[in-house]
């Protein structure tokens, strides 16, 4: 917690460190950003690992080679385009154009790889060869567009404004207000799924004509990915075309050496990028397929976080509260390991208490409040979890620019999930083998699954996921850019911003090249 007098001090250096009455994202901008925000959750792809399982029917080894395959493909990309976005200059910015590049083909794959069970079918379960060859191929395009986003969509949001107080309203505001749409396409998925197998006439249509059965199920997924893909992709292109950049870049382009240098030498980043590299190694399965396959319920997730609907939005509202209250590194721990211990109470429930003969982790009765007890209580810490790490990730990149004289995003971006990338490129070449070492069979259909696959789908997403990422925790307890280092570097950086933005007209007027975006 911070002390009194660090607080007086951050209080008394605030209006010269930050200007609280320049307000620059106007309610336009503001409600495109919220868009943006929307769109990257708009989709139905919290049932991805359903739809490669059971839609796709992807052989586990050969979802294992795709792992390691697309894994090491995004540590290379990654390195290439943080290079080509760093080095861009334009009228329109260093990322604007990229959002605008992105959005039509970045429509297009995603609506190429929900619909593949119209163009290349679904039998052949398994070594299905050319079905492989085209989702591993769609895989590496997706991959190398979803980087390139990453990149940009970061360091936009950290150049729209040069006031700090702006930017975490900006991304409060977003937060709080996209929850109330961007969970509607997966808890209508959920609904769906339900009601379609949970229905009596395809419960006999299961067994008398499965074929028939399996081609309706199909189909959800394929209106469900194609619908949302369209609709997130127009979100998207309307702030692309809205969003301006107000942190100017300097003239001279960083060299990659320079962007590297600036990367070890980002103590907060470095922090930053450590703890998600030990939290990679953390193994989760997810709650889908444990809902769909052991409790029979797809909307699960709809039903126990209904309590945590209602306590989610109020969580953004003492954020300011709890910023000025608690040191960053505080809100940073509590933010990320709340959930931890409240999954090992989730285990507890399933594991040890049985009714009538049945375990827990197979009893409604049993899941049900122990998932939603959890949900409730960490939804309290959910506007903390998402507003804070976002702001760091910003506030390490003004840190680059504090400390070398010129901003790397995209360098930087990439530096903080490198390491991460890496520990995914082994897990994701591990975790389809997990479920096949513990008995799990894709080619069977829905709730076909064995009592020792059913108890591995609970464990992988309760407690093998706590035990595997609890290392995360130690780099977080040296951050230090809070308080009265963090004040002294954005008054300092305010007055260099202004220098360089006379430099940029200067430049901009010599060669032509003026615009009127500020």
């Known amino acids: 917690m911070a002390s009194e007098s660090t607080a007086k001090v951050v209080e008394e250096k605030a209006p010269s460190a930050v200007p609280k009455d320049r307000r620059y994202v106007g309610s336009k901008e503001t409600f495109a950003y919220i868009l943006d925000d929307i769109a990257q959750s708009f989709n139905i792809g919290k049932y ?4 490669k399982m059971n839609i796709l029917k992807i052989d586990l080894v050969l979802q294992s080679i795709v792992g390691g395959v697309i894994s090491a493909w995004d540590i290379i990309n990654d390195i290439f385009l943080a290079a080509i976005v760093d080095k861009t200059r334009t009228r329109w910015g ?46 590496i395009f997706q991959n190398l567009a979803g980087s390139l986003i990453a990149i940009v969509r970061q360091g936009m949001t950290s150049t729209i404004t040069p006031n700090i107080i702006d930017r975490t309203r900006l991304i409060t505001s977003a937060n709080l207000l996209s929850g109330f749409v961007e969970k509607a396409p997966e808890i209508l998925m959920g609904l769906l799924i339900d009601i379609y197998i ?70 907060p980043l470095l922090l930053i990028t450590l703890s998600e590299f030990l939290g990679a190694f953390s193994l989760n399965s997810g709650t889908n397929l444990y809902y769909i396959e052991v409790l029979n319920l797809a909307s699960m997730a709809t039903i126990v976080g209904i309590p945590g609907a209602v306590v989610s939005p109020i969580s953004y509202s003492y954020v300011p509260w709890a910023r000025s209250k ?74 680059g620019e504090w400390k070398n004289g010129f901003r790397s995003e995209g360098m930087t971006g990439v530096a903080k999930g490198l390491v991460t990338k890496m520990v995914g490129a082994v897990k994701n070449v591990v975790q389809p083998l997990l479920f096949k070492a513990f ?80």
């Open 48 to 51: 991805d690992d359903v739809f």
């Open 94 to 139: 260093k990322f604007k154009p990229w959002l605008v590049i992105y959005a039509i083909p970045g429509v297009f794959l995603t609506v190429l790889y929900w619909a593949l069970p119209i163009f290349m079918g679904t039998d052949g379960v398994g070594s299905n060869i050319p079905r492989f060859a085209v989702f591993l191929t769609l895989q």
């Open 198 to 267: 949970n229905s009596p006439a395809n419960q006999i249509l299961q067994t008398t004509e499965p074929t028939l059965y399996q081609a309706g199920y199909n189909r959800m997924f394929v209106l469900g990915g194609v619908i949302t893909a369209v609709a997130s992709g127009l979100f998207a292109l309307f702030y692309a075309f809205v969003a301006k950049e107000r942190v100017m870049q300097t003239v001279d382009k960083p060299s990659i050496f320079s962007g590297v240098k600036s990367v070890l030498t980002n103590k």
């Open 326 to 399: 608690f040191s960053t590194k505080a809100l940073w721990i509590a933010g990320s390991h709340v959930d931890s211990v409240l999954m090992l109470g989730v285990y507890a429930a399933g594991k040890f208490i049985k009714i009538g003969g049945k375990p827990g982790y197979e009893s409604l009765a049993v899941m049900i409040p122990a998932f939603m007890l959890r949900e409730t209580i960490w939804m309290f810490f959910w506007g903390i979890r998402k507003v804070i790490p976002e702001e760091m990730r910003n506030e390490a990149i003004d840190y």
């Open 439 to 518: 008995g799990y069979d894709n080619t069977k259909n829905q709730g076909g699954q064995t009592p020792e696959a059913r108890y591995a789908l609970f464990f992988m997403c309760t407690l093998l996921p706590v035990v595997t990422g609890i290392l995360s925790i130690i780099p977080q307890l040296f951050y230090d850019l809070q308080g009265e280092k963090r004040d002294r570097m954005y008054m300092e950086l305010r007055e260099r911003r202004k220098a360089i933005a006379a430099e940029v007209k200067e430049f901009n007027e010599s060669t032509g090249n003026s615009t009127d975006e500020k």
